[in-house]
């Protein structure tokens, strides 16, 4: 099954993952400019009715840029949505997205069949992120578009299964859109993804470290200097499992090798309040952490992936 279109004319086989207060219209601008797909969570727009105003701009400058630059390959942009029961603000925001006819909707923790069906209405896609065959059964049974491997390794809220484990499982019954998120840092992790079965790679962690991202320089120096044994997987901070630097754990006065943990009840992704400030200081990061040396603009990192692509490619004699 061939890809959306929306999906087909990209600079680089890349959607860049949507990052809890790191992604705004900035980086997700710069994002598609580059030819990849930019995305934000709706809930990093605060107060709510700030999410209007991001999504005018990131289309009005693209439509700008698109017009400026009309060979160019402009990527279309994507909107996270947290399907929660602590999300007091998703129907409002879903309304805003379906409004602004947002192109790509990406769901997270449930796929609710009322989303889709709502995003379906103007021809947007809708995307939700997956750790297991059960979670993606369930999301295509209430008609998602395609499915997002969040594998082991990846920043955030992550599974443990191996993408060689997790994305051939999904290829086996599954022939739409697949995407692959854990430790892709690099243009050659990219090719990997698709070696395997992904038709695009899913990254965040490099994009804490750019120029365009929302995040302290004390956070992008310590992505700078940090490798794969310095992140921690944790339930502690958001009663889901997900990936942490270390650094971040120990500066809050916590013990990163003994945690404790906290079941699923803990979750609270409200409009603000402790939880917001826990996900301020305690930073995520992905396994591939360790690729990462610069902090350049999104428009550089994209050029250098796309060269690693490249060479990636003629090291397996890939036309």
Known sequence: MALPKILQDLE?????????IVSGPELVIAQCKAGIVGSFPALNARPADQLEVWIKRIKTEL?????????????????????????????????????????IIITSLRPPKVIIDAVHSYGGIVLHDVINIRHTKKALSEGADGIIAVCAGAGGHAGLLSPYALVPEIRAFHDGPLMCSGSISTGGSILG??????????????????????APEAYKQMIIDSAGQDVVYSSLFTGIHGNYLKGSVSAAGLDPENLPSADKTAMNFGSGGSDAKAW????????????????????????????????????????
């Open 12 to 20: 680089l086989p890349v959607i860049a993952a949507p990052m809890f």
């Open 63 to 103: 439509a700008d840029y698109q017009k400026a630059n009309p060979d160019k390959k402009i990527a279309p942009f994507a909107v996270n949505q947290i399907c929660h029961m602590s999300n007091t603000r998703l129907q409002e925001d879903m309304e805003t997205c379906v409004r602004e006819q947002v192109p």
């Open 193 to 214: 993804a698709q070696a395997i079965g992904a038709d695009l790679a899913y990254m965040g962690t490099r994009f804490f470290a750019c120029k365009e991202a929302n």
């Open 280 to 319: 301020k200081d305690i930073w995520g990061s992905g396994q591939g952490v360790g690729s990462i040396h610069n902090a350049p603009s999104v428009a550089d990192i994209v050029a250098e992936l796309k060269s690693e692509y490249e060479e990636a490619k003629q090291r397996l004699c890939i036309g």
